[in-house]
């Protein structure tokens, strides 16, 4: 049986989906709801079989209709890609890569080795976005990102993936703080202080979030920043306590004055994984990413 799939029809299942309503689908889709109604049914038809569960409460996928959704998010958004590496192109641009990494990856270990693989390719541009792991694992299986750095316990699926760095996340306290003297400290434990935290909109503030969601206790976030460095000042200055990657933290503790305490917490040490799709498919520059990628994760990563 010849299936065929138009586009249109493509984003309005995804509208659908996102929306579990026809009619909100129809107007995401900027089309009348008898034509959505009309689409649905002639792809129900070519395809034989329902896709969608009708309802007083609205509409719901059915398992092939859910299948459906995701291979269409996956074409949606290599479309996207499409249209901005050919813009990309007529501005003489010959390349480009996608990578979506965790906090910790981002803001430590990731500019030394884009900055190289920029200087040496400097006709392909990079597109480099914070997420949560989770998010970065969907992304790279829904085709929206080419590499991902994740790290902990997540699942990756069928995705492919290597070994990158290990970093553990420690509670950064002002010199002389009572838990300075600590061993360690279950993060349970640091939610009697105040804390000084990152912007909401960053990965390991959503991380900490749900750790603390989990123990039904929040977090008594009295100060939120943009970066390590200005957290540890912020510390330094006995506004609160935070949880911060130690790499961030060790660098920093040179020249402020806080302390560091590990946490006794499984979650708190964290093995990065590049993860990518299938590294033979990705293009040659993008190859040649993931490779400066496991040259730094082996210390091999020329300096300059």
């Known amino acids: 049986m010849a299936m065929h799939f138009d586009l249109v029809d493509l984003r309005l299942m995804v509208h659908i989906a996102d929306a579990n309503s026809m009619t909100r689908g129809a107007e995401l889709s900027f089309i009348s709801l008898p034509a959505a109604s009309t689409r649905i049914k002639n792809l129900e038809e070519g395809i034989g079989t329902k896709l969608l569960f009708r309802t007083n409460q609205g509409v719901t996928l059915t398992p092939p209709g859910q299948a459906l959704v995701t291979h269409a998010r996956a074409v949606l958004g290599q479309i996207e890609h499409l249209r901005g590496d050919m813009q990309e192109y007529v501005r003489g641009i010959k390349g480009h890569v996608r990578v979506f990494a965790n906090t910790t990856s981002l803001s430590e270990f990731l500019p030394p080795v884009l900055r190289h693989f920029l200087r040496c390719n400097p006709d392909v541009n990079i597109d480099l976005r914070e997420r949560l792991s989770h998010d970065i694992v969907r992304a790279v299986m829904d085709g929206q990102t080419d590499i991902g750095i994740v790290a902990g316990l997540v699942r990756t699926e069928d995705l492919e993936t290597l070994p990158y760095r290990r970093d553990r996340l420690v509670l950064v306290v002002p010199q002389g703080h009572a838990l300075q003297a600590e061993a360690q400290i279950d993060f ?8 000084v935290g990152l912007h909401e909109s960053s990965a390991i503030h959503a991380f900490l979030r749900q750790a603390s969601d989990q123990l039904h206790k929040p977090i008594k976030q009295r100060i939120q920043v943009g970066n390590f460095e200005t957290a540890c000042r912020m510390i330094a200055s006995g506004v609160g306590v935070g949880v911060l990657p130690e790499s961030a ?3 920093h503790a040179q020249a402020m004055a806080i302390g560091i305490v590990p946490l006794s917490d499984a979650w708190s ?8 799709r299938r590294r033979e498919t990705l293009p040659a520059f993008a190859q040649e990413l993931v490779a400066l990628l496991v040259a730094d994760a082996q210390g091999r990563l020329d300096p300059d």
């Open 269 to 276: 040490v964290r093995e990065m994984q590049i993860c990518m």
């Open 188 to 195: 349970a434990d640091t939610l009697a202080f105040d804390h």
């Open 249 to 251: 933290a060790s660098r």
